[in-house]
């Protein structure tokens, strides 16, 4: 999450100026606050080395079980945010959806490779988390311990399933919006209705 997070700040330093896609060009006219965020995108991607190990060999285990695919959802979710931005640029939609993957695609495949590996790197990252985040609050016996990541790749799918309602042209504004929040509960709650112990794990 860290390695992921710091290339996602230092790229978001560049294009929108801030450390939120909702709020651009923040720090533009800021003394140093362009470089502030630029630091701390490189305090962050050296201090994610030092755990990259541990939590690829922490993947490994978790794909290696019989629901291992579902621990893919957050790379399949932001994946398909990146593509479904990109398609509503080629319809010139883009006001609509996440503008910093639309400026990344914008400044080139030197910004945009890095965006969006950064983006999925992130993405799972946070659903890890929120694994050791399930454990330590409900237990390691306990089933609700799921229930972090499955709120997670729930949120994730948000951006996904809005965007794809307003590229459809089935719904716009806020009707997609709230669809798009419908879609997301849903999808939290199948994740954490098909997640269970498995056996190797145990």
């Known amino acids: 999450m860290l390695v992921g997070s710091g290339i996602y700040w230092m790229l978001s330093g560049q294009l929108i100026a801030s450390f939120s896609s909702l709020a651009p060009e923040l720090l533009r006219q800021v003394p140093g606050g362009v470089a502030l965020i ?13 755990s990259a190990y541990q939590d690829g060999r922490l993947l490994n285990k978790l794909f290696a ?3 291992g ?7 399949v979710l932001a994946s398909a945010d990146i593509y479904l931005t990109l398609i509503g640029l080629s319809y010139g939609r883009s006001e609509e959806l996440n ?4 400026l990344a695609a914008n400044a080139g495949s030197s910004y945009m ?5 950064s983006y999925m790197a992130l993405s799972e990252g946070l659903a890890i ?3 050791g985040f399930g454990r330590r609050l409900y237990g390691t016996n306990s089933r609700e311990r799921y229930l972090p990541f499955a709120l997670i ?3 994730a799918s948000f951006g996904p399933f809005s965007n794809l309602l307003i590229i459809s042209g089935t719904v716009n504004g806020v009707a997609s919006y709230a669809a798009g929040i419908f879609a997301a509960g849903t999808l939290s709650l199948l994740v954490y209705v098909m997640l269970k112990p498995d056996r190797k794990s145990c």
Do not use: D, K
């Not at 695919?69 to 790379?75: A, K, M, S």
């Not at 490779?113 to 590996?117: E, G, L, N, V």
């Open 38 to 50: 630029g630091i701390i995108g490189i305090v962050c991607l050296f201090a994610g080395f030092q």
């Open 99 to 102: 503008r910093f993957v639309a």
């Open 129 to 131: 988390l929120m694994l």
């Open 113 to 117: 490779i890095p965006f969006a590996i």
């Open 153 to 155: 790749c729930g949120a």
């Open 69 to 75: 695919w579902l621990y893919t959802l957050p790379i």
């Open 65 to 67: 079980e019989s629901n």
